[in-house]
């Protein structure tokens, strides 16, 4: 478990929110991948169990979809579900099920008048639920991240290499 907010790039943060409202009046779900905190793709997983209040990743999707994530060099970041009705928080379910604990959970629901859809991230542990921060990025933002992450990941790419 790492405690640094979860960069999340408002484009693909569109894309969970297609996905989400698609599935209504049931929950989804899915993986978010990247680096570092830092979310680069958006990989919807069909819920089997097709229920506006659980879910469970369909088994062959999920393996496809966690082995595609790998051989991309990504790692899993998050796992994303939606609550169409809320809470915004885990539900007593969510934390007895939760199986990943060094990945955030990101729950999705619709909030306020114009039930706009809204996250928050969590880190799901021993039954308890520990919210972490949501950093939300501009396209441009989530690119310089990127790059920033990708240098630190090569110390040798920062050095000068002609000096004597």
């Known amino acids: ?4 907010p ?8 569109a894309e969970v929110v297609d996905h989400v409202s698609r599935a209504l009046p049931c929950e989804a779900c899915g993986f978010l991948s990247g680096r570092s905190g830092l979310i680069t793709g958006v990989h919807p997983v069909e819920n089997a169990l097709h229920s506006p209040t659980a879910y469970r990743m369909e088994p062959a999707n999920q393996v496809r979809t966690m082995t595609a994530i790998e051989r991309q060099g ?8 939606s609550h169409p009705d809320g809470p915004t928080h885990p539900s007593p379910t969510d934390l007895t099920q939760a199986t990943y604990p060094d990945v955030l959970y990101v729950i999705c629901s619709p ?3 114009d ?5 928050r991230a969590f880190w799901l542990r ?3 639920a520990l919210e972490e ?5 501009t396209a441009e933002a989530a690119i310089a991240v990127r790059i ?9 790419a920062l050095t000068d290499h002609n000096q004597a």
């Open 1 to 4: 478990m790492c405690s640094m």
């Open 6 to 13: 979860l960069g999340f790039p408002i484009n693909l943060w």
């Open 74 to 81: 990504r790692e899993i970041v998050a796992i994303f579900h």
């Open 111 to 113: 909030a306020g008048p």
């Open 115 to 119: 039930r706009a859809w809204s996250a």
């Open 126 to 128: 021993d039954g308890q």
């Open 133 to 137: 921060p949501i950093d939300w990025l």
């Open 148 to 156: 920033l992450t990708d240098l630190s990941d090569h110390p040798a």
